[in-house]
C-alpha cells in the first residue's frame, strides 16, 4: 500500500494477491479537488475469469437508485452519482443490509461484470444532489497493458458552475507524466481547464 497527497489531489494505491486465484488486483483511489473520487482496478492474471466489480450501496443512499438511460454509465441515487467506465456490463441488483442482528434493509449493488484474463475499471463517486442533469461524465482515454502503467482518464462537468473538465493520469508507481501544465515524473497527476478552455488548475504526487 502506497499513500501520497498533494494540493487538491490524494492518492492511496494498493495491490492484493490471493492464495486460490491467479489474479492479482491493484487498486487507485483518487480524491480530487474535494469535489469527487476516482477509483480504478486493474486485475491481472494467466487464465480467463469472470471479473465483477460491486458497489454496495447503502439503505439509504440506495433508496431509488437507478441507472439514467440518457447518460449510459451513470448510476443515480440519494446523495450520489455513481459513473461507471463499463457501460454494457453495468446493472444494478437487489441486495441488503443489516444494521443489527436478524434486521434486514434493501440496499442495492451497482454491479459491472467483465469476462477476461486481465481487465480495467474505471468509477467516479460524486457526492451531490441526484441529478442527472448535473452529473459529470467520465471518459477513459488509456487503459494499461501492466498494472505498472499509467491510465489516462477525462471527467467532464467538474469546478463549482459544472463547466469544467479535468484530466487525470496515474499509476501503482511514479512513472513519467504530461497532464496540462505538469511535466515530469509522478504517481498522479491532474489538470483542470474552465468553460473557455483557461488552465485554472492542477497538482501532482509521487
Known amino acids: 500500500v502506497a499513500r501520497a497527497t498533494a494540493p487538491d489531489l490524494d492518492l ?6 490471493s492464495p486460490s486465484y491467479d489474479a492479482l488486483h491493484t487498486r487507485a483511489v483518487i480524491f480530487v479537488a474535494g469535489e469527487y473520487w476516482l477509483v480504478a482496478d486493474y486485475l491481472a492474471a494467466r487464465q480467463p475469469h469472470v471479473y465483477q466489480l460491486r458497489w454496495h450501496l447503502s439503505a439509504e443512499a440506495g433508496n431509488g437508485a437507478a441507472m439514467c438511460p440518457d447518460a449510459p454509465g451513470l ?27 436478524g434486521v434486514k434493509h434493501a440496499a442495492p449493488i451497482v454491479v459491472m461484470t467483465v469476462p477476461a484474463i486481465s481487465t480495467t475499471f474505471v468509477t467516479v463517486i460524486v457526492p451531490r444532489a441526484s441529478d442527472p442533469g448535473r452529473a459529470p461524465r467520465l471518459r477513459v482515454l488509456r487503459r494499461p497493458s501492466r498494472h505498472t502503467d499509467p491510465f489516462v482518464a477525462e471527467v467532464q462537468g467538474t469546478g463549482p458552475d459544472g463547466a469544467s473538465v479535468d484530466t487525470l493520469m496515474w499509476a501503482s508507481c511514479c512513472v513519467p507524466m504530461t497532464v496540462g501544465e505538469f511535466q515530469g515524473t509522478a504517481r498522479a497527476a491532474w489538470s483542470r481547464v474552465d468553460g473557455a478552455g483557461r488552465a485554472v488548475a492542477f497538482s501532482a504526487v509521487d
Open 12 to 17: 492511496i494505491v494498493g495491490t492484493c494477491s
Open 75 to 101: 448510476v443515480v441515487g440519494r446523495g450520489f452519482n455513481l459513473l461507471c467506465d463499463r457501460v454494457g456490463a453495468l446493472h444494478i441488483e437487489d441486495g441488503w443490509v443489516a444494521p443489527s442482528y
